[in-house]
């Protein structure tokens, strides 16, 4: 195996999701799109179904393809919802590996009534209440979901809202769409639709909205040891799950003016050793931290030095009793020192969302 590897601790996966569960005291639908946010779907899936009575109660994932992998690696037997619009051209899937569709457009809810269905299809019903993305207009979607619930072949499994400013200090849009979305509740209540079950809070509704919870919770970053924001309260003590270890693979002797890396951008204003290290952009390093990383080595901190190269970075270890095959954490911590996935984003100018995301498949994820 590759000396460079993506611990993945999975007792942390299990404590954050415990303490959403606990906080919340809702069900809980795990957000585990985008290989889970980098960290590996199948195992994370199955470390959560191990809970027993507390395991998830659904999965939610941004694509079909994603679904059926899980389906077809795992034994999990929860509901899966995906995100993404319902297409009609992928209707053989969602009955034959038991996903909910999202229904989000009036073109979706005709392509649905123009089906000849030959057993009941089980959908959840997006709403708009103000992201702008995906969804029936919050204004108009009464009317659209009760012409829905007239479809005797279909079933309406449940209904659900997306935050565009949760994760912001100013709530002020959030609990607009909040209103919104529990008066379309309200009046569909009224018209005694059944709507199955109903959420919205995704990971900063979770910290900071408790009006949002409902039936059910999405936890997304907040799952993988993320706070969503820097603005967000920190009401759950969350515990980073993912970390990149490494080894030492050469130590070089740069004299004083000496460079090191493409376009000399570390010159080196005295003699000093730079050790490189095997892991680089095509494993997830943005170029945009050259220069500006830390890596704990031998519970010491130093700095990544010249640019960050497809398959490599380098270390400024002065004169320090480092050796070649000596560990090295780049993302995780040591007694002394934490380097997360927030020091990366804030050099570049981004969330840890994309930052876990990036972490390519050549690096191999070892669970522990």
């Known amino acids: 195996m590759r000396s460079t590897f993506a611990e993945i601790n999975l007792s942390n996966l299990r404590y954050n999701y415990l303490l959403i569960r606990r906080k919340t005291k809702r069900k809980v639908m795990v957000v585990v799109k985008a290989n889970a946010y980098g960290h590996g779907v199948i195992p994370v899936v ?97 009317n659209l979901i009760k012409k829905i619930s007239l479809n005797k072949n279909i079933v309406i499994d449940g209904i659900y809202t997306h935050f565009a400013t949760s994760d912001e200090f100013d709530k002020t849009f959030a609990n607009l769409q909040l209103k919104r979305f529990i008066n379309l509740l309200n009046k569909l209540k009224s018209s005694r639709i059944h709507l199955g079950i109903v959420h919205a809070a995704n990971s900063g509704a979770i910290l900071d909205l408790p009006d949002s919870y409902f039936d059910m919770v999405r936890p997304g970053i907040s799952l993988y040891g993320y706070f969503p924001s820097m603005e967000t309260s920190e009401s759950l003590d969350l515990k980073p799950v993912m970390y990149i270890k490494s080894k030492v693979s050469t130590i070089k002797k740069i004299r004083t003016k000496e460079s090191v890396s493409y376009g000399r951008k570390f010159i080196a204003n005295k003699d000093t050793k730079v050790a490189t290290l095997p892991i680089g952009y095509a494993d997830g390093i943005s170029r945009g931290l050259s220069n500006k990383m830390k890596i704990i080595i031998k519970d010491k901190l130093y700095n990544q030095v010249g640019r960050v190269t497809m398959d490599r970075i380098s270390v400024d270890i002065e004169n320090a009793n480092v050796k070649v095959g000596d560990n090295v954490i780049i993302l995780g911590k040591s007694k002394k020192y934490k380097i997360d996935a927030w020091d990366w984003a804030k050099q570049l100018n981004t969330i840890p969302y994309e930052i876990t995301c990036n972490i390519s498949s050549r690096v191999p994820r070892v669970y522990r």
Do not use: H
């Open 46 to 142: 199955e470390a959560l179904n191990k809970l027993g009575l507390k395991r998830p109660e659904y999965y939610g994932v941004a694509l079909t393809e994603e679904a059926i992998e899980i389906r077809q690696k795992s034994k999990i037997d929860q509901p899966i919802l995906t995100f993404s619009p319902f297409c009609k051209d992928e209707i053989n899937e969602y009955y034959k590996y038991g996903i909910l569709p999202s229904i989000c457009s009036k073109r979706e809810i005709r392509n649905l009534n123009s089906l000849k269905l030959r057993k009941k299809l089980y959908v959840q019903i997006n709403v708009d209440t103000g992201m702008g993305r995906l969804g029936l207009q919050f204004d108009e979607a009464e």
